[in-house]
């Protein structure tokens, strides 16, 4: 979908598979350095802290994010020992997560109490701040249901068009300043791409688009996934800002329901008002059982979280601390599996909440403030850390 650091004090030698006892006889871990960046004054801070004060720790199912760590902890054992785990290694390189990814393929399906001893042991909490300010906006995404054809013709007008011989992922880190959304509707890319498929509805097509991945039903019955394969390097704004900026809905009905209800009934303005998003997004069709998020591995609903791999690593488990959409706490343990050209920031999330209407009505209605921990591994980059005093362990 469209939708990634070692320090530590020297501690006496402890091999790879050594246990709690041994982990907790060494120092305290000093809080990792700020990431300098280029965007503007935003500055990922960690503070070390215990899962005592993680909000709410004790009330997750914490077994239920056990299959979307597996999945990026086998993404992480295939890459070469001493590959950094997100920008700068603040995540550690991937030998350090070798034990603590071993060690999770021993945990049974549903078993909490296990799984709540494996993170205790194996991780420790760092609370993320910008700069020392700890709450961000958290919002939803989903997985969007089309119906389409691999032949023009009929309702299915509207295409989704592959990505260009030639064109790079991103075109603008490459100098290239490429089509426009409304050149691209205009016919810019007739016979210089290929149709991937034909869909019915261009609203639904745009929403797609801001969605990164979704399903396409076929006129033969067919399911196929569809996933992000590069843009047109241009900058993304929001329909619900268009339409804001345009007097067509106020500003208390920017959900992505209200914005999509109100393109679909106005097909005659919706056009041009969708072409002030000038990004476009090319795709590919997906293999497996769900979508794909940048990390590259398939996303589990409501335990996928999409990051700024600029100050988050990938594949790292982090504690949400934020409210769903009717206003409940929102407090689990997530991984980082996917990035959004909107999610900007070191503490700024966007929740996958699956597929189909059901996860729409929950991704077009969150915009929640909160904060989220990392759980960064013990053994890091060679050096071994304990939890600070008040954690799991100590």
């Known amino acids: 979908m469209t939708r990634r650091r070692g320090f530590g004090w020297l501690c006496a030698a402890t091999s790879a598979i050594a246990g709690v006892a041994a982990l907790a006889a060494c120092a305290v871990a000093p809080v990792p350095p700020p990431l300098p960046t280029t965007a503007g004054p935003d500055t990922l801070v960690l503070t070390?802290?215990?899962?005592?004060?993680?909000?709410?720790?004790?009330?997750?199912?914490?077994?239920?994010?056990?299959?979307?760590?597996?999945?990026?902890?086998?993404?992480?054992?295939?890459?070469?020992?001493?590959?950094?785990?997100?920008?700068?290694?603040?995540?550690?390189?991937?030998?350090?997560?070798?034990?603590?990814?071993?060690?999770?393929?021993?945990?049974?399906?549903?078993?909490?109490?296990?799984?709540?001893?494996?993170?205790?042991?194996?991780?420790?909490?760092?609370?993320?701040?910008?700069?020392?300010?700890?709450?961000?906006?958290?919002t939803g995404y989903y997985e969007a249901v089309l119906h389409g054809s691999r032949h023009r013709g009929g309702v299915y007008r509207v295409p989704l068009y592959s990505r260009p011989a030639g064109l790079p992922l991103d075109p603008a880190a490459s100098g290239i300043a490429y089509y426009s959304r409304a050149e691209i509707e205009a016919g810019a890319l007739r016979g210089k791409a290929s149709e991937l498929l034909w869909v019915d509805d261009p609203v639904?097509?745009?929403?797609?688009?801001?969605?990164?991945?979704?399903?396409?039903?076929?006129?033969?019955?067919?399911?196929?996934?569809?996933?992000?394969?590069?843009?047109?390097?241009?900058?993304?704004?929001?329909?619900?800002?268009?339409?804001?900026?345009?007097?067509?809905?106020?500003?208390?009905?920017?959900?992505?329901q209200t914005v999509r209800a109100w393109l679909k009934s106005h097909p005659a303005e919706a056009p041009t008002l969708m072409d002030e998003n000038p990004r476009y997004v090319f795709f590919r069709l997906l293999p497996g059982d769900g979508p794909v998020g940048a990390a590259g591995v398939v996303l589990t609903a409501g335990r996928s979280l999409a990051v700024d791999p600029r100050f988050v690593p990938l594949d790292v488990p982090l504690w949400l601390d934020s409210s769903d959409p009717d206003g409940h706490p929102l407090r689990r343990l997530m991984v980082a599996q996917d990035a959004g050209a909107a999610i900007k920031g070191p503490v700024r999330g966007d929740v996958f909440w699956g597929g189909g209407e059901a996860a729409l009505d929950k991704a077009g209605r969150m915009k929640s403030r909160g904060s989220y921990y990392l759980l960064l591994p013990l053994r890091r980059s060679g050096l071994i850390a304990a939890a600070p005093p008040g954690a799991a362990g100590t």
């Open 48 to 138: 070390a802290v215990g899962f005592d004060q993680l909000p709410g720790w004790d009330e997750d199912d914490l077994a239920q994010a056990v299959p979307a760590l597996k999945k990026s902890c086998e993404r992480i054992a295939a890459l070469p020992p001493g590959q950094p785990i997100g920008r700068d290694g603040r995540g550690g390189v991937a030998a350090d997560w070798l034990a603590p990814c071993g060690a999770l393929r021993g945990i049974a399906t549903g078993d909490n109490q296990a799984a709540r001893r494996y993170f205790e042991s194996w991780f420790q909490p760092y609370r993320a701040s910008n700069g020392g300010r700890g709450d961000g906006l958290f």
């Open 204 to 256: 639904d097509a745009h929403i797609l688009q801001i969605q990164g991945s979704g399903r396409v039903i076929l006129d033969d019955g067919t399911v196929l996934r569809v996933g992000f394969n590069g843009s047109n390097g241009r900058k993304f704004v929001g329909l619900g800002r268009i339409l804001l900026n345009h007097g067509k809905i106020t500003a208390a009905d920017t959900t992505m």
